[in-house]
C-alpha cells in the first residue's frame, strides 16, 4: 500500500514562497498509470485542487493557482515538491499530497501551512 508523508515549513512569511515535499512509499512514482496531487483545504473552506504531475513527468495545475505553481520530482527519492509563490494569507490551508489526479485514490496525513506576518 502506497503511503505519503509531506513534510515542509508549517509557517511562511507574505510574499515569500511555500515548498513542500512529498515522500512516497511503497510504490515508484514512475509506475506506469499513476498520477500524484497536490490538493489544500483552507479553514472552514472546501478542498481544493493544485495540481499533478504524471508518472512520466508531466504536469498539470489548476488554473486559477498555475502562475504561482509548480510541481516537480525527484526519481532518486521518490519523492514530489510543491512550490507556491508569493504566499498571501489566503494561501493558509492545510495541504495534501495525494493518489490520483482528480479522483483521488489514497491521501497523505497533510501538512498545515499557516501564512502570517
Known amino acids: 500500500q502506497v503511503q505519503l508523508h509531506e513534510s515542509g515549513p508549517n509557517l511562511v512569511k507574505p510574499s515569500q514562497t511555500l515548498s513542500l515535499i512529498c515522500t512516497v512509499s511503497g510504490g515508484s512514482i514512475t509506475k506506469n498509470g499513476h498520477h500524484w496531487s497536490w490538493v489544500r483545504q483552507p479553514p472552514g473552506k472546501e478542498l481544493e485542487w493544485i495540481g499533478g504531475?504524471?508518472?512520466?513527468?508531466?504536469?498539470y495545475y489548476s488554473p486559477s493557482l498555475k502562475s504561482r505553481t509548480s510541481i516537480s520530482r525527484d526519481t532518486s527519492k521518490n519523492s514530489l515538491t510543491l512550490q507556491l509563490n508569493s504566499v498571501t494569507p489566503e494561501d493558509t490551508a492545510v495541504y495534501y499530497c495525494?493518489?490520483?489526479?482528480?479522483?483521488?485514490?489514497?491521501w497523505g496525513q497533510g501538512t498545515q501551512v499557516t501564512v502570517y506576518s
Open positions: 495525494a493518489v490520483g489526479m482528480p479522483p483521488i485514490d489514497d
Open positions: 504531475i504524471g508518472y512520466d513527468g508531466s504536469t
